[in-house]
């Protein structure tokens, strides 16, 4: 049996459906769970390609924390208490035409370039991407670090409350 | 189908849907979460692609882990934009909170 | 360069130089501005008496010319200097009345607030003419003859603050420019065919260069400038009206100078006209019909300028009579004693008018005019001269002029003429005699009762001492300039062999007797005692009005011309208004429309931004796809 299809299917759709409750329940927090849902669906994904390291990271980060931080937001901004606004019927229309076609460029470009000669999945263990990182993609490795320090500070900087000068408020 | 094509159509309907979340959703929490799925979909896709169409894996991971952590730290830095936009105007509507304006 | 040339320069430059002195740093100085001027003529006399000396021999004609404008592939605009016997004299002419007038200004125009500004466009004007007489081409003579024509309307208007002299000076202007059209279009005609020629290569060519029809054509059209400028047949009205400006200017430009620029250049070009035989029969019948016309109005004006001003328009017409005819000489001849004559009785009539603060006749005579001694003298040798009584320079001119229109101008011109000739008799004496005053007894009783208040007795100041010099100079001239006909004919017309401008004949007894008919008409009516002094055409209201209001010209070009000319004038402000404007400003309402319908797409709508971004990606790749490798 090929499990590698078997996988990918159901976490296909497990992601597909978690995308579009994302996108289209109304309520936040229900967007941020179906958020999380299909984020679980996209590991499934990487693990048929046979990324596991890749699958529990993303897991980890997204499930894990992003969601979890987007709740925190939603409590600190979403005015949850005021009335609900109906959605203008042509604002949903108009997004999904512009969406599908942007979807359609994007799938003729990828379908129709000259890839080179297909091979398959091949299991890719964590020592070996610890070893990709040290080695070929240290710059990276690098960046990536130094992006997240300054992504923290600015966020913590940003979302600070003014206090007003001298003395504590 | 081959197996590329299947892969790379549901990172493309992943995109989609994305997409189509980015640009109907009013709040700007929803923007986001609409955001992170296209940039769901592009590391599906890298990796697809280095695997079923190229001959590096370990480099397609690579480069999803760095996309990842750069999601990671937008969406940090985008709530915590939310935050003081809500401070500041009490609503993060987008179509409220628009100043860019002709 | 040679002597005489150096001459003309300096004659006709140094008045400018004078006048922009004025004009920029002497308007506060009135005294400083007339000897300023009075210098510069001054050198402007004796360089043209130089020239007149050195140049008036038979058959000389010096040309000096620069070019200043080169022009690609043909010859350039030149600027020069053309000296012969009929120019240098000209000049001097000119130079000898400017004087005069400036001399007898510094006592007229005393205590004028705009005293220094009117010299300065004395010399200005003298300037201009001086260019105009002494000009080598054609396009040079147009330039001097608009700069006169500036001149004649800065000076008319020279009391601009009133309503009538602004009003007559462009009157003056716009008529005068009705003829320069005509000039200007005969000057571009003649510089198509033969480019920028100088005036002794312009005759020659017209007879032998250019083909008749066009010598014909451009023959009217520069006589169409003559007409304006001399005040002739149909453009004639703009004359009396002048008569606002300042005495001293009407005697120097609207009878001596600038109104004869319009006789020089016919006789100027004399060789060009000669060659269009049925022009010229034209001009004469027009200058015929105006004589007599001017003579009718003269004869009923109260308004002793007017008088004059009529007076000056018939003899132009003799003038142009005589040139038309082909004498040159007889022509230039009496524009010359004209000259002597008619600024001596401007200058007269100045003085009863600065007298008796009227321009009319029989309110100067009320005011005591026979005390003003040089007042009187200038008067009656002007008036004889003009009348044409015997031994007068205005009688040889005069007869002249009648022998060259016997010789070749028909019977009856000629009998015309004398019938104008009595006519300006009659005039000149209804003029004297009114002016002077009658003998009615009841008249005089009236004035010693009711006059204390009037001034001192009076005393000649230095003002009236500078309005007399001249006048007394005049009219010396008056009696000796006669004798001169001689020397003219044999410097203009030297090919004409001594030609006998006077004969004592049966026409010069004619013409004397209907002079002397004139004079006897107007004394009778005017000077004994119990006469009327009330003419025989003034009574007839009829003609009175007729003859008063130029023949009904004036109502005829408001009814016709002005009003049309008004009405296109108000269509081309509509057009201006509502169609220019408005596609200017419908441009400009439509760029803001279309800006604020581009405006909408910047709506500050993030999201639409979005999709604008998308979709135009999505076409860039759908495009690059397209043209790209195929699979």
Do not use: C
């Amino acid at each position: 049996m090929n499990w590698a299809g078997a996988v990918f299917g159901a976490s296909a759709a497990v992601a597909l459906i978690g995308a579009l409750g994302a996108v289209g329940l109304k309520n936040i927090f229900h967007n941020i769970l179906s958020f999380a849902l299909a984020m679980l669906g996209v590991a499934g994904v990487f693990l048929s390609l046979g990324s596991d390291f890749l699958a529990v990271v993303f897991a980890l980060v997204y499930v894990g924390a992003v969601a979890i931080a987007m709740v925190y937001a939603v409590m600190l901004s979403d005015p949850l208490d005021e009335p609900r606004r109906p959605r203008s019927r042509s604002k949903v229309l108009g997004a999904a035409a512009f969406a599908a076609v942007g979807a359609l460029a994007i799938w003729l470009v990828v379908y129709r370039a000259h890839w080179l000669s297909p091979g398959g999945p091949r299991r890719v263990s964590a020592a070996e991407i610890g070893v990709r990182f040290l080695q070929d993609y240290v710059l990276a490795f690098e960046l990536i670090s130094v992006l997240l320090l300054v992504a923290m500070i600015g966020a913590v900087t940003i979302a600070r409350r003014v206090r007003p000068p001298g003395g504590r408020g | 189908m081959t197996a590329l094509a299947a892969y790379l159509g549901f990172s493309v309907l992943l995109f989609g849907i994305g997409l189509y979340g980015l640009l109907q959703r009013r709040s700007l929490i929803a923007m986001l979460i609409a955001l992170e799925l296209m940039l769901a979909a592009v590391a599906v896709n890298v990796v697809v692609l280095t695997t079923y169409a190229g001959r590096d894996p370990g480099a397609g991971q690579v480069m999803a882990l760095v996309l990842v952590g750069v999601a990671a730290a937008e969406t940090a830095l985008g709530l915590s934009l939310f935050v003081a936009i809500h401070r500041a105007q009490a609503t993060i509507d987008v179509e409220t909170v628009s100043e860019l304006k002709g | 360069m040679s002597g005489p040339v150096l001459a003309a320069l300096l004659a006709q430059w140094t008045p400018l130089a004078a006048s922009a002195l004025i004009l920029v740093f002497l308007r506060s100085r009135p005294a400083a501005a007339a000897a300023t001027a009075i210098a510069g003529i001054t050198v402007s006399l004796a360089a043209t008496g130089l020239l007149v000396a050195q140049v008036a021999v038979p058959g000389l004609s010096v040309l000096a010319e620069a070019e200043w404008l080169p022009v690609h592939g043909g010859p350039g605009l030149a600027f020069g200097v053309l000296l012969d016997p009929l120019s240098a004299l000209m000049a001097f002419v000119v130079a000898f009345i400017t004087l005069a007038v400036m001399v007898y200004s510094v006592g007229y125009m005393r205590g004028d607030p705009g005293f220094p500004r009117y010299y300065g466009f004395l010399a200005l004007f003298a300037w201009a003419m001086l260019g105009l007489v002494l000009a080598s081409n054609l396009l040079q003579l147009l330039v001097f003859w608009e700069l006169v024509g500036l001149a004649s309307f800065l000076l008319i208007g020279f009391w601009f603050e009133r309503p009538a002299p602004a009003a007559a000076a462009r009157k003056a202007f716009l008529m005068t420019r009705v003829g320069d059209v005509g000039f200007l279009l005969g000057v571009l005609l003649l510089i198509r065919a033969l480019g920028i020629a100088t005036i002794p290569e312009l005759i020659e060519a017209a007879t032998t260069r250019l083909e008749p029809g066009l010598v014909q054509v451009v023959a009217v059209l520069l006589l169409m400038g003559v007409i304006g400028k001399s005040a002739q047949g149909p453009l004639f009205t703009w004359l009396p009206d002048a008569m606002e400006g300042p005495t001293p200017v009407s005697a120097l430009l609207h009878s001596a100078t600038m109104v004869a620029a319009g006789v020089f250049l016919v006789a100027r070009l004399h060789g060009f006209f000669a060659a269009a035989p049925a022009v010229m029969q034209g001009l004469l019948w027009l200058a015929l019909v105006t004589a007599l016309a001017s003579a009718t109005m003269a004869m009923v004006a109260g308004d002793i300028k007017r008088v004059l001003a009529y007076s000056s328009i018939s003899q132009l017409s003799y003038m142009l009579m005589a040139l038309a005819a082909g004498s040159v000489a007889a022509g230039f001849f009496h524009l010359t004693t004209h000259a002597g004559f008619k600024a001596l009785l401007f200058l007269s009539a100045g003085i009863f008018i600065h007298h008796a603060h009227s321009n009319d006749m029989r309110e100067i005579s009320e005011h005591e005019p026979l005390k003003l001694t040089a007042g009187v003298v200038g008067l009656v040798a002007g008036a004889s001269a003009l009348a044409g009584v015997v031994p007068t320079a205005g009688y040889f001119s005069k007869e002249a002029v009648l022998t060259a229109l016997g010789g070749t101008g028909g019977r009856v011109a000629l009998a015309l003429a004398m019938l104008g000739a009595a006519l300006t008799a009659y005039y000149s004496g209804r003029m004297v005699f009114l002016t002077l005053g009658g003998r009615s007894p009841s008249r005089q009783v009236a004035k010693s009762l009711g006059e204390e208040t009037h001034r001192h007795e009076h005393r000649p100041s230095y003002g009236d001492r500078m309005m007399a010099a001249p006048v007394l100079v005049l009219s010396a001239l008056t009696l000796v300039l006669g004798y001169l006909g001689p020397f003219f004919a044999a410097r203009l017309s030297p090919e004409a062999e001594h030609e006998e401008l006077f004969h004592f004949g049966a026409q010069a007894v004619t013409a004397l007797a209907l002079v002397t008919a004139g004079l006897a008409l107007s004394w009778w009516e005017f000077r004994r005692a119990l006469a009327p002094r009330v003419g025989f055409a003034e009574r007839v209201p009829a003609l009175r009005s007729f003859f008063g209001e130029n023949w009904y010209l004036d109502r005829l070009y408001d009814a016709t011309v002005v009003r049309w000319t008004v009405a296109l004038s108000r269509a081309a402000k509509w057009n201006d208004h509502t169609v220019l404007d408005g596609a200017s400003d419908g441009v400009a309402r439509g760029t803001v429309w279309g800006g604020r319908i581009l405006a909408m797409v910047q709506n500050g709508y993030v999201q639409a931004y979005l999709a604008a971004v998308v979709s135009v990606v999505a076409a860039l790749g759908i495009w690059l796809v397209r043209t790209g490798p195929r699979p």
